[in-house]
T-cell receptor, first 116, second 110 residues
C-alpha cells in the first residue's frame, strides 16, 4: 500500500496570504488528522476528520480550518497567514473506526510552510 | 489524556539494547500506551502500543508495569538509524488525537 502523501512538500508564503495543504491518506483509511510542529511548541494536534466530519479539534484559532472529501482526502487551510504559522504541517491517517479500538496512525512526510 | 514524563535525552552504544522509560502515573483503565519516534524532519513513525500486557513486534518491545503507571520501550539492538526523538503517548480508546510531549532524544553512538 502507498503511504500517506502530502502536497506540496515545501511552500513559501507572504504574511496575510492564505494557503491550502493537501493530504491523501492510505487507501481504506477514513480518519485523517492534522498536526503542526514548531521548534517552540512541538507537535500539536489541529483537528481530525472522519467520514467527512470533523470529529475533534485542537486549540487553534479559526484561521485554521479543514475539510475531508468523500474519497477521504483532506485539505487544511490557513487564512491571513502570520509569521508564527511557519511550521511543519503533518497529516496522519488511521483505519481506526469511530467506535474506537486501538490502532496506529501513519504520518506523511509533512509540508514545510515558511511565512515571510 | 493522561500526561507522560520522559527523560529529555539518552545515549546508547550501537548494538546494545536501548531502554527508554516513560512515567504515566495518572493513566486510566481505558487508556493505551503508544510509542512513536521521529527522525529529523520526517513524520513520526509508529513503533508499538499496549494496554496491560507486554508487547513485542519486529521493531521493539513494550514493557508495562503491573500498576500501569510506567512503561519501558526496548530497542533490542540499537543501530545508528535508531537515533531519533521517541515519544510516549497515552490515549483513550476512541478518537485519533495524539498529545505529544517533548519526548526523549535517543542518540545511538558507534
Amino acid at each position: 500500500k502507498a503511504g500517506v502523501t502530502q502536497t506540496p512538500r515545501y511552500l513559501i508564503k507572504t504574511r496575510g496570504q492564505q494557503v491550502t495543504l493537501s493530504c491523501s491518506p492510505i487507501s481504506g483509511h477514513r480518519s485523517v488528522s492534522w498536526y503542526q510542529q514548531t521548534p517552540g511548541q512541538g507537535l500539536q494536534f489541529l483537528f481530525e476528520y472522519f467520514s467527512e466530519t470533523q470529529r475533534n479539534k485542537g486549540n487553534f484559532p479559526g484561521r485554521f480550518s479543514g475539510r475531508q472529501f468523500s474519497n477521504s482526502r483532506s485539505e487544511m487551510n490557513v487564512s491571513t497567514l502570520e509569521l508564527g504559522d511557519s511550521a511543519l504541517y503533518l497529516c496522519a491517517s488511521s483505519d481506526r473506526s469511530a467506535s474506537g479500538g486501538a490502532g496506529e496512525q501513519y504520518f506523511g512526510p509533512g509540508t514545510r510552510l515558511t511565512v515571510t | 489524556d493522561a500526561k507522560t514524563t520522559q527523560p529529555p535525552s539518552m545515549d546508547c552504544a550501537e548494538g546494545r539494547a536501548a531502554n527508554l522509560p516513560c512515567n504515566h502515573s495518572t493513566i486510566s483503565g481505558n487508556e493505551y500506551v503508544y510509542w512513536y519516534r521521529q527522525i529529523h524532519s520526517q513524520g513520526p513513525q509508529y513503533i508499538i502500543h499496549g494496554l496491560k500486557n507486554n508487547e513485542t513486534n519486529e521493531m521493539a518491545s513494550l514493557i508495562i508495569t503491573e500498576d500501569r503507571k510506567s512503561s519501558t520501550l526496548i530497542l533490542p539492538h540499537a543501530t545508528l538509524r535508531d537515533t531519533a526523538v521517541y515519544y510516549c503517548i497515552v490515549r483513550v480508546s476512541y478518537g485519533n488525537k495524539l498529545v505529544f510531549g517533548a519526548g526523549t532524544i535517543l542518540r545511538v553512538k558507534s
